[in-house]
């Protein structure tokens, strides 16, 4: 089937034809020759060819034609030069796509809004903070009113829980991230389901045998298979009987930013303790019963606010909620000692914050922002990489686009041919770099997380994410394609008249060759700038990885168990002898040096306290605040923590015998200064009850909150003194403890077959694991600094073989006058070793720019970052030196006898 610009070609020709024949025929009709009558009739109509391409253009398919055979001339070309394609493609698709990774996890977790109605109308409200853990925590009937006292105003309460197991219908058990959340929670942001509907008022009742649950959208699929499948499943949560009325809308993720829930259940539900969840109170002493319903107690803190206020209407709303929370501060401020954290809580005054102001954000927004800016950085080193290839590909042609203009080409035809070349590599290495992009913010997010804590967010595509997209496609053609091929036409071809260099291009002027190694000069100076970050954020991680933390992180295996099984928690006096047992089976194996057990499961255990010492009245909230822990016998020794004064707990030490205690050194610094801290008494709540337990050992600092973190000040008791089940075992080795973890986990088994063991995991991979900043960092930069080194060789050794080919008659006169292939070598060696100088000085000051400015992310003094800038230039200098020794060592093996006769 002929395209209609080629039917309408042929029309036009056997139109023409026709008129010339009929010029001819009334010429030969008058008696004129056949021959002289044609060549009359030629004259009489003129150039046929011209008058078609004329009448074609008017026609307005011309250009569509020559664009068809523009672009196959530009396949062709570029299936010449695979080595220029690949090169171009695969720098494209990394230098786009690494910003186009680095811009959607910067979205998502700093600029992407809440995916429902109106996401400016929703604030997260903070009333008070909580006594112990200051979080922005308030009591369900502080909620119940301060939503009854406005209810035009949708308030909102939410809990977030513990992970909980589904038991599916014939399925696998499964962990899923749980959230409790008030009956109009869906409704008040404005969510619509995907399937089924959402939480309304009659959901929220105590005591209802099966309990209504909604899942978010990506779980309902994964584990049912579609959201409308999910609607109207039975499943357990904890022996509890849940039906699922339906499925959120697809793209909401919950109000907190990195934390998406799996299911979402009513507040009541939290009176069957069906959940753990977070909580805090005014301390022992203040009618906490956390046993029972938590709905009327008002001195327990565990719902977070938000609300959907218009901007107009939140002074006025705010200031009545002022006068409803009067009551809840005033109780908050009598349970309070230090006299500047009552002033503190009376001036208090309820605040609204937006919804993505949380600790994710305040986390990210350094290190994705500097990420963003590296990521800039290799985008311009492969923009300038190709630039530079560019006109060198463009000067050895040069002789072919001089030929083409001599025969008429104009040179906007000569440019737009160049750039739709090149248009062909920015679409397909844009369409790469959108893939790339994709693949490469699932596996940042994976490196920000923590261990224990992979995060969610929304990465689907967007507009800003297309915009930024288009922007660096047309942006890098513009740069290696546009601007190239402009400054090539009027300054490469007017050179080309009387070149002899037909095969090889011409000789570059003075002005051309100072462009090639500013070119090449900034390419080394913004690889130097990436590589210098790239040391300096591994000697941070490694620096992290390796910090001593107070603990012998190389030796000790972190066991958690599940004790939290109504056959441990309802039997609590029979938990000591289970200890016991655990701790002498397993010292008893091969390679275990002690064993202990402990009620943290881990870092970050956050069991805030407060003591309250005997005679000591003086003291402020921050003095008494720290963290307490349960501990069994030998936990001190088999962490490694030493014990510098007083006792370690010992078997004497039960439930029927004094309450003891050991602090370690940065609590009793807080609490006595430097006096002796052993033989003194404290309390959870002051005189006259602050002499409850007894202080008996002080302990050396470690950081159990992890690595990056100081170590915090510890109180620790006996876990045999007030039986609980635990959530971790620590167990020491002589070697390697990994390769205990089978026997362990054997060894637990044969103390209690029953007793299920969730995971077990070094110490060290534990603290590790809570390096996601630093990894990221770490990783990403190293990828980046490697690139840009796989780029500037790739420019030096594209340019330098350019150069080495146009000289290559000059090289050859050199040798047949006596010159040594050696003396070759270094000239050229030499033009890269004057480039990469230059380079230096520039990339150190950027460097040391860049240092400073990072300071907050990196580790490390002036002399250690002084060194990774000398070793990431002679690194540089090496990888652009190597790949400049191939063309050198081509253009000085040539024979000069076939050099000399070609030309």
């Known amino acids: 089937m002929h395209r209609p610009w080629e039917r309408a070609k042929e029309s036009l020709s056997e139109e023409l034809e026709a008129h010339l024949q009929m010029a001819i025929a009334e010429r030969v009709a008058e008696g004129e020759d056949p021959a002289q009558a044609r060549a009359a009739a030629l004259r009489e109509l003129g150039n046929l060819p011209l008058i078609e391409d004329v009448t074609r253009e008017r026609l307005g398919w011309i250009w569509l034609e020559n664009l068809l055979h523009d672009t196959r001339y530009a396949l062709r070309q570029l299936r010449r030069a695979p080595a220029f394609t690949a090169t171009a493609l ?8 690494a910003n186009l990774g680095v811009f959607q996890l910067l979205y998502a977790v700093i600029l992407a809004e809440l995916p429902v109605p109106h996401p400016e109308e929703v604030v997260r409200i903070q009333a008070a903070r909580s006594p112990f853990d200051q979080s922005w925590t308030i009591s369900y009937p502080a909620y119940q009113r301060l939503r009854a006292s406005t209810p035009d105003v949708p308030l909102m309460a939410s809990a977030y829980a513990q992970d909980a197991t589904l038991d599916l219908p014939n399925r696998t058990p499964i962990e899923a991230a749980c959230t409790l959340v008030s009956d109009n929670y869906f409704s008040g942001l404005g969510v619509a389901p995907a399937a089924g509907r959402l939480f309304v008022q009659a959901d929220e009742r105590m005591g209802q045998s099966e309990w209504p649950v909604v899942l978010r959208y990506d779980f309902a699929r994964n584990t049912f298979g579609s959201a409308q499948q999910a609607v109207g499943q039975h499943i357990l949560l904890n022996d509890r009987a849940l039906v699922v009325i339906g499925v959120a809308h697809r793209r909401f993720l919950g109000d907190r930013t990195g934390y998406a829930p799996d299911i979402w259940l009513p507040l ?57 929370f009067r009551n809840d501060r005033e109780v908050m401020t009598e349970a309070t000692v230090d006299p500047a954290a009552k002033a503190v809580l009376l001036h ?57 203009l001599a025969l008429g080409a104009s040179s906007g035809r000569l440019i737009r041919q160049i750039v739709l070349e090149d248009a062909l590599l920015v679409a397909g290495g844009s369409v790469c770099a959108f893939v790339l992009g994709r693949v490469a913010s699932g596996i940042l997010v994976r490196w920000a997380s923590n261990r224990n804590a992979l995060f969610t967010f929304d990465l689907h595509p967007n507009l800003p994410l297309a915009a930024l997209g288009i922007g660096l496609m047309l942006l890098s053609l513009l740069c290696f394609s546009i601007l190239p091929a402009i400054i090539f036409i009027r300054t490469g071809v007017a050179q080309t008249a009387g070149s002899r260099a037909k095969v090889a291009g011409i000789s570059q002027t003075a002005r051309q060759r100072l462009r090639s190694n500013v070119l090449l000069g900034t390419q080394v100076s913004l690889s130097l700038l990436l590589s210098t970050m790239s040391g300096c954020f591994a000697a941070t991680l490694v620096h992290w990885e390796t910090v001593d933390v107070g603990m012998d992180r190389e030796h000790v295996l972190i066991v958690r168990p599940e004790l939290h099984q109504p056959r441990y928690t309802d039997h609590s006096e029979m938990l000591p002898e289970l200890y016991s047992r655990i701790q002498e089976r397993l010292q008893a194996l091969p390679g275990v040096r002690s064993a202990a057990v402990e009620m943290c499961g881990g870092i970050h255990c956050g069991w805030i306290t407060a003591l309250y010492v005997h005679g000591r009245n003086g003291l402020t909230d921050a003095q008494v605040h720290g963290q307490e822990d349960h501990v069994g016998l030998g936990f001190f020794s088999t962490l490694g923590i030493p014990i510098l004064r007083g006792r370690d707990f010992s078997s004497s030490d039960t439930d029927k015998t004094q309450r003891v205690a050991i602090i370690s050194r940065a609590y009793a610094r807080q609490l006595f200064g430097d006096a002796d801290p052993i033989g003194q008494w404290f309390g959870y709540v002051p005189a006259p009850d602050d002499h409850k337990f007894l202080i008996v050992g002080e302990v050396a600092d470690a950081r159990v909150n992890g690595a990056e973190r100081e170590a915090p000040p510890v109180v620790y008791m006996s876990i045999n003194q007030e039986p609980a089940p635990i959530n971790s075992i620590r167990v020491r080795a002589v070697g390697d403890p990994r390769q205990l973890s089978e026997s362990v986990r054997h060894a637990l088994y044969e103390v209690d077959p029953a007793l299920p063991v969730s995971e077990i995991v070094p110490l060290a991979t534990e603290l590790d694991g809570d390096l996601g900043t630093e990894k990221l960092l770490a990783r990403l930069a190293g990828i980046y600094a490697s690139l840009t080194l796989l780029l500037v060789a790739i420019g030096f050794y594209g340019v330098m073989s350019s150069r080495t080919a146009r000289r290559r008659s000059e090289f050859g006169i050199r040798l047949a006058l006596g010159a040594t292939r050696y003396h070759i070598q270094m000239l050229i060696v030499g033009q890269t070793a004057r480039i990469i100088l230059a380079s230096i000085l520039p990339g150190v000051i950027l460097s040391i720019f860049a240092v400073r400015t990072a300071r907050h992310f990196l580790y490390g003094s002036v002399s250690a970052n002084s060194l990774v800038i000398i070793a990431a230039s002679l690194v540089l200098a090496s990888a652009g030196l190597v790949a400049t020794l191939i063309p050198a060592r081509r253009a000085a093996f040539a024979d000069p006898l076939e050099t000399l006769r070609s030309e």
């Open 90 to 97: 695969l720098t494209l698709a990394f230098g786009i796509g």
């Open 268 to 324: 009541a539900l939290q009176s069957t303790g069906a959940l753990a969840v977070p909580w805090d109170s005014l301390g022992p002493g203040h009618d906490v019963s956390l046993d029972k319903p938590w709905y009327n107690q008002p001195t327990i803190f565990w719902l977070v606010l938000m609300a959907r206020i218009p901007p107009e209407r939140r002074a006025d709303v705010l200031a009545h909620w002022d006068q409803v």
């Open 348 to 404: 208090a005054r309820t605040e609204v914050a937006p919804l993505n102001e949380n600790g994710m954000r305040k986390r990210f927004t350094g290190p994705l922002t500097l990420l963003m800016a590296l990521s800039a950085s290799i985008f311009l080193v492969g923009c300038l990489n190709l630039a530079n290839l560019q006109l060198a590909r463009l000067y050895a042609r040069a002789h072919e686009l001089s030929v083409r």
